[in-house]
């Protein structure tokens, strides 16, 4: 392995391991950078499964859920883009070996039943297995990038950090493919490794980030554990039947929409936000499947669910909502080309594609990690560039800081108390104000979270109306909405 690559992607998970691997197709050398062990990635937690149109009659219906569940605040050609092409990745994937298990799943906001699953409710895991077990390209793994090396609108590697010691990695083409945010949230889905860094550099660059204050809170998590990353129940739970119901057992849902369980997630989360602050208890009841069927439908969430002693699925099992996927990100053109730069490409969760709009429908993201890797491929080979290597100093940062682990915690819990699922003008100044004076106080990589974590409250200072994921309280604000 030299220090020069024809592409680097930062991240490891599908997005990532999809684009190298048309890209090492089309004859690229690939290095893959990623934060920790290769599987600590979002992808490899995913449940559900992945949307794919049923065919081509599907097409207008599957745009139709994802615009009505984004709040019309999609990018339209964009998620026509999405669709049509969700109808080659089964053949794409077939062809290398992949197969899904027979019969497709219904999840939230989603008129049809056309939800694609693999090891039950273990899609991510087997995909990135089936993905990893496949790459062809150099693997770097421990290595946190911590900077973009840019002069002007050209990308010309990155700053890294690896078992303590920092040097660059230098590369024609760099693509970010580096995930979401979910570090920066209290109770949060999601691996580890997810911390909006990478959003973070861009900021820092000055590149362009929209939606930022997109954030979606999944209604229906196990967070009584004690790791950071909670214990997602899948939508699919719901999707075939799974109950939300009080203490007393009244199904509240259907008070905040005539869908009940089966509405999108933004009006759910909110729902069961809303009862638990009027002092419920709130609970999935799953007790209408038999235990054979739960447990080979769902393994995973019935493993774990069994060993925190929850004896699903005769006993309902606690939930809350919790962060779980951003629709904001960094802002690309349809060939996953960050605008305004000749070479820096972003795809999956850390790009701004325009498809989710205020909300995501369920189990769209991985479809847009098929589709858009397979662009950001086709987009660096649409981009030949003469090879220019140039050394950039190698400097060294102060990184961390003692204090760290206390300002990303306190961090953490503002974002959940003041920029979560109900948010209003007074919390949100106020966390704007902790987040300004942190920024100071703290490392430079930890401070890349904070930088995110700021653009995440202007955002939603400036958006004065509730729409999607983003909802405001006014003083006119109904309580039941
Ligand atoms: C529990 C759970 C269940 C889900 N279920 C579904 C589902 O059923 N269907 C669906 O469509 N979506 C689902 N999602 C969402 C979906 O999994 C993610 O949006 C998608 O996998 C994102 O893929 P990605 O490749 O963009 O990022 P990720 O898979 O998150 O990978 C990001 C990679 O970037 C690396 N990285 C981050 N920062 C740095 C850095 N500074 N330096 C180096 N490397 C870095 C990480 O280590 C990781 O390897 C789920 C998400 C979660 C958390």
Request: proline residues 3%.
């Amino acid at each position: 392995m030299g220090n020069f690559y024809d592409v680097i992607i930062v991240g490891s998970g599908i997005a990532g391991l999809w684009s190298g691997y048309w890209l090492n197709k089309l004859g690229y050398s690939v290095l893959i950078v990623t934060k920790r062990e290769v599987f600590d990635a979002n992808s490899f937690y995913a449940q559900g499964g992945v949307t794919l149109a049923l065919n081509r009659e599907d097409v207008p219906l599957h745009i139709e859920d994802t615009l009505k569940a984004g709040w019309f605040h999609n990018n339209r050609e964009m998620v026509e883009l999405m669709s049509r092409e969700s109808l080659h990745i089964r053949t794409e994937l077939k062809k290398l070996g992949f197969h899904f298990d027979p019969g497709v799943t219904r999840e939230g906001a989603h008129s049809v039943d056309r939800v694609f699953h693999k090891g039950g409710d273990a899609t991510g895991r087997e995909l990135h297995l089936f993905l990893l077990q496949r790459d062809p390209n150099y693997l770097m793994d421990n290595t946190i990038v911590y900077d973009i090396l840019m002069e002007e609108d050209r990308v010309y590697g990155v700053r890294v950090v690896r078992k303590g010691e920092q040097f660059n990695l230098y590369c024609n083409h760099l693509i970010l493919a580096s995930g979401g945010i979910g570090a920066l949230y209290k109770y949060d889905t999601n691996a580890r490794t997810i911390a909006g860094e990478l959003q973070g550099i861009a900021i820092k660059k000055g590149l362009p980030v929209r939606d930022m204050e997109m954030t979606q809170f999944h209604p229906t998590v196990f967070i009584q554990m004690e790791f950071a990353q909670k214990l997602l129940i899948s939508e699919a739970v719901r999707g075939e039947g799974g109950k939300v119901v009080d203490e007393k057992g009244e199904r509240f849902l259907f008070k905040y929409d005539p869908r009940g369980e089966l509405a999108s997630r933004d009006i759910i989360s909110r729902a069961i936000y809303l009862h638990q602050k009027a002092g419920h208890k709130v609970f999935l009841d799953v007790s209408h499947f038999s235990e054979e069927f739960f447990s080979h439908r769902f393994p995973t969430i019935y493993k774990k669910l069994r060993n925190y002693g929850i004896k699903v699925p005769k006993q309902k099992i606690p939930i809350s909502p919790a962060f779980h996927y951003h629709m904001g990100g960094i802002e690309v053109e349809p060939d996953s080309r960050v605008k305004g730069t000749q070479n820096l490409f972003a795809v999956g969760e850390v790009a701004y594609t325009g498809v989710h709009g205020a909300n995501r429908l369920a189990s769209n993201s991985l479809l847009e990690c098929f589709v858009f890797g397979k662009r950001v491929a086709e987009g660096v080979a649409g981009t030949p560039l003469k090879k220019v290597k140039r050394d950039f100093p190698v400097e060294r940062w102060l990184l961390m800081r003692e204090e760290d682990k206390k300002w990303k915690n306190k961090l953490r819990e503002i974002m959940w108390e003041k920029v979560g699922i109900i948010r209003n003008k007074k919390g949100l100044e106020e966390a704007l104000e902790f987040i300004t004076s942190a920024r100071s106080e703290v490392g430079e990589l930890t401070a890349l979270r904070f930088i995110t974590a700021k653009e995440i409250v202007k955002g939603a200072l400036n958006r004065h109306q509730s729409l999607g994921a983003h909802y405001i309280e006014t003083d006119s604000t109904p309580q039941n909405q």
